[in-house]
């Protein structure tokens, strides 16, 4: 997972800088969870699809071209300053907070908590959004990525299995299952979780040396499995 630097907001809105106000703080509990229309709705799959393919600075300018009210707009917004491990990340997450989106403000701030390597928060944050939305494999797997890296063994075997039961395919628990059972030295489970999985021998090696780093507890092991991108 890429590192994300938690620091001062880097976009200023107008007359925050005199007050000594956040200038994030007039969004929160704003959001509106209404229906998009039609035309949001196709700009918003656009820069979903752009994310996906890694333009990320692109998809961010059509969030832009969105209402910043739309609660919808403001998680994009949210992940993808994250991703490009921008600061405003964190107030835009923050603000979603008690909405219709919440359950995703959780993860999201979970998720920046890890890049930080500070389980505790994102434990916090992530245990939040699995009790607002139990089955959402995504959350899960993250929760276990934070219990893993606290060793915490079988809570972290415990949402990874919860991860992949509810979605079958969901090859990245799977490979986070495989860190685990190396760390433990179950060669032979973890090489039956390869072969049901279709793991790659790269996927494989990955896990081999997340598991290595994790027997040598540091702060240069943070965030060594595998979280939602």
Not at 83 to 103: D, K, Q
Not at 184 to 209: C, H, I, M
Request: neutral net charge; aromatic residues 4%.
């Amino acid at each position: 997972m890429k590192a994300m630097i938690a620091g001062a907001c880097l976009l200023l809105l107008g007359g925050c800088a005199s007050t000594g106000q956040n200038p994030w703080e007039a969004l929160t509990n704003s959001a509106s969870c209404g229906k998009l229309s039609s035309d949001q709705q196709l700009s918003l799959n656009l820069a979903d699809d752009m994310a996906k393919d890694g333009k990320l600075h692109a998809s961010l300018a059509n969030l832009q071209s969105l209402p910043d009210n739309l609660a919808d707009v403001r998680l994009r917004k949210a992940k993808v300053y994250r991703l490009l491990g921008r600061s405003e990340a964190e107030p835009l997450y923050r603000s979603l907070l008690g909405t219709c989106l919440a359950a995703e403000a959780e993860h999201g701030l979970g998720q920046l908590a890890a890049a930080r390597s500070d389980y505790g928060q994102a434990q916090a944050h992530l245990q939040r959004a699995a009790r607002l939305a139990p089955t959402d494999e995504k959350i899960r797997n993250d929760l276990g990525v934070v219990y893993l890296n606290q060793l915490r063994i079988e809570d972290a075997r415990f949402e990874f299995l919860t991860a992949m039961e509810l979605k079958q395919s969901d090859k990245l628990a799977a490979l986070n299952l495989v860190t685990l059972l190396l760390y433990q030295d179950d060669w032979n489970r973890a090489a039956e979780l390869v072969s049901r999985f279709g793991l790659s021998p790269t996927q494989f090696s990955e896990a081999q040396s997340r598991a290595e780093k994790l027997k040598v507890p540091s702060p240069a092991t943070a965030a060594v499995t595998a979280m939602l991108k």
